[in-house]
């Protein structure tokens, strides 16, 4: 028996030799010791030691992510600070790197955006978050991808006007809180948090550990993404750990949330080569600067609105039981090759395969046919709606927010 | 009397006059985790020693099975196609992969034994 596809979180180019020879020592998050302590398995990713799977398994893990509440540790994502005299300023500052409308961000709202490089290409995603408080005016909070954060945090401050600073948080852990019963966990522990409206952040007191909480994440379903001092993680991932409703989840069951809830993982179904009009992205780039531009690679994605780009992500059904990974040729009926698959296993709530990955436009309609070559055989799938399941993000009271 | 021997890729072969079971150990499906897909060959395949048999895929990975011995496959566990998950529960027993009629025994003979597996895991920790 041996691999023949890995998973995501655990793709490192590296062969044995080299690794032996070259690779540094793996960095640790603050909450390194409690995953070994809860039994995890540990693996390579991005540089970092973490958690794939806990004793229960990825099915379990991500089930229970589903139906009650999950806590991962993502605190090798890059977290950072984009400050400057005032919000125009670093909104402005932003907008020349990123095709979203920071300007127009409210006080303590959140949004999800890419870095493009000067052909539109995605060189990282990443979410903005301007801060909630008064004094704070012309902070933003960025969080970007652990494997890019090294290129992704020189790119930006090489590109900033003199009155302005990115500042690396180095000190703060990420745990992101996931799942239905999410709210009326984190509510018990930060009062006010099960109020708060999507896609929102805010300075808050984790049982009097001073916090910055997001209501958001990367599974699909509704919850929260809590910074705070590394010198604090352990407090907080042990004191959401010993609520019965929550139990722990590795890198493993993250892949697969994510890929239910049709979410790009950055190197895999995105990357330097692919635009946001072709990745399916488009509703994160807001009205404003479709019209006014001003971003890197602004002509290829206008150009790409007005004619439509020649490939599309889309989410794959394969018909029958057998998952399509990574790689996998994607043909059209007459055996043509139409595309690639960029992720694709086993979702474990659809409860059978599921795939997305790059067509040839006249191929990316929803129920469109197609085949998956898979191991040398034709395998029928089709073209399918993302998410793969429903999302369930919390939707305030009407007009709340 | 039944014996069974194992491979370095984690394959177990249980030899029954000249017919082999074929299967992954304990150690194999507990690395994989989750079993959620087995691709089978069909009935009558010819398969060589160390070529690939079958395919077991976990929520995270696809893995090849290889066959241990040489032969032609004389019957499938279809079963695992409905409830691939036997292949955590009971490695050894109903999880069992596939069946060949082995060709020459002597391939057998220089799997390793129980005790020489055990022996192999240790130096892989």
């Known amino acids: 028996m041996a691999e023949i596809t890995s998973e995501s979180a655990a793709k490192e180019p590296a062969s044995e030799a080299s690794a032996a020879l070259e690779a540094p020592p793996l960095k640790t998050t603050p909450l390194h010791d409690a995953h070994v302590a809860l039994g995890a398995r540990m693996v390579s990713f991005a540089g970092y030691d973490m958690p794939v799977q806990y004793p229960s398994g990825i099915l379990g893990e991500h089930l229970h992510t589903r139906s009650s509440a999950g806590i991962f540790d993502v605190s090798h994502m890059g977290q950072a600070f984009l400050m400057g005299p005032d919000h125009a300023t670093v909104a402005k500052a932003l907008e020349a790197l990123v095709p979203a409308d920071i300007l127009n961000l409210a006080p303590g709202r959140q949004r999800y955006t890419q870095l493009l490089n000067e052909e539109g290409g995605i060189l990282d995603d990443l979410m903005v978050t301007r801060s909630a408080d008064e004094a704070e005016d012309g902070v933003l909070m960025l969080v970007v991808n652990a494997a890019c954060k090294e290129q ?32 009326e966990v984190l509510d018990r522990h930060c009062g006010g948090a099960a ?45 959401l750990l010993r609520d019965a409703a929550v139990k722990p989840i590795g890198l493993g069951a993250r892949d697969s949330l994510r890929l239910e809830a049709g979410l790009c993982l950055y190197g895999h179904d995105i990357d330097t080569t692919t635009s946001p009009v072709e990745a399916a992205l488009t509703w994160s780039v807001q009205k404003r600067r479709r019209e006014e531009g001003g971003f890197p690679g602004a002509e290829r994605v206008k150009r790409e609105l007005a004619d439509g780009a020649s490939r599309k992500r889309v989410g794959l059904l394969p018909d029958g039981k057998a998952p399509a990974r990574e790689g996998t040729e994607i043909q059209a009926k007459d055996g043509r090759k139409i595309g690639t698959v960029t992720s694709g296993g086993f979702g474990p709530s659809l409860g059978g395969p599921l795939a997305m990955g790059y067509v040839e436009t006249p191929f990316a309609a929803v129920g469109t046919e197609l085949t998956l070559l898979v191991r040398g055989k034709a395998l029928p799938a089709k073209v399918a709606p993302m998410p793969f399941v429903p999302n369930r993000y919390f939707r305030s009271p009407a007009g709340a927010s | 009397m039944s014996d069974t021997k194992f491979t370095k890729d984690h394959e177990y072969v249980r030899l029954d006059g000249d017919t082999a079971t074929v299967g992954i150990t304990d150690h ?17 395949k010819a398969v060589t020693q160390g070529g690939e048999a079958a395919v077991v895929e976990s929520v995270k990975a696809a893995s090849d099975v290889f066959a241990p011995v040489s032969g032609e496959v004389v019957a499938v566990n279809a ?25 020459d025994k002597s391939e057998f003979d220089k799997l390793m034994s129980d005790a020489e597996y055990q022996d192999y895991l240790k130096t892989l920790s």
């Open chain 1, 152 to 183: 992704d945090f020189p790119h930006i401050a090489a590109r900033l006007p003199e009155n302005m600073r990115l500042m690396r948080a180095e000190h703060r852990a990420l745990i992101a809180l996931q799942g239905p019963k999410a709210a």
């Open chain 1, 195 to 239: 109020v708060m409206p999507f896609m929102s952040a805010r300075q808050m007191s984790f049982d009097g550990l001073a916090c910055h909480v997001s209501r958001s994440g990367y599974t699909g379903e509704d919850g929260y993404e809590i910074s705070i001092k590394s010198a604090h993680a352990v407090a907080v991932w042990s004191a």
């Open chain 2, 28 to 44: 194999a499906q507990s690395q994989l985790g989750d079993v959620v897909y087995v691709g089978l060959p069909e009935i009558g």
């Open chain 2, 79 to 103: 079963e695992l196609e409905g409830a691939p998950s036997t292949v955590n529960e009971d490695p050894l027993g109903k999880g069992w992969f596939l069946k060949i009629k082995v060709k």
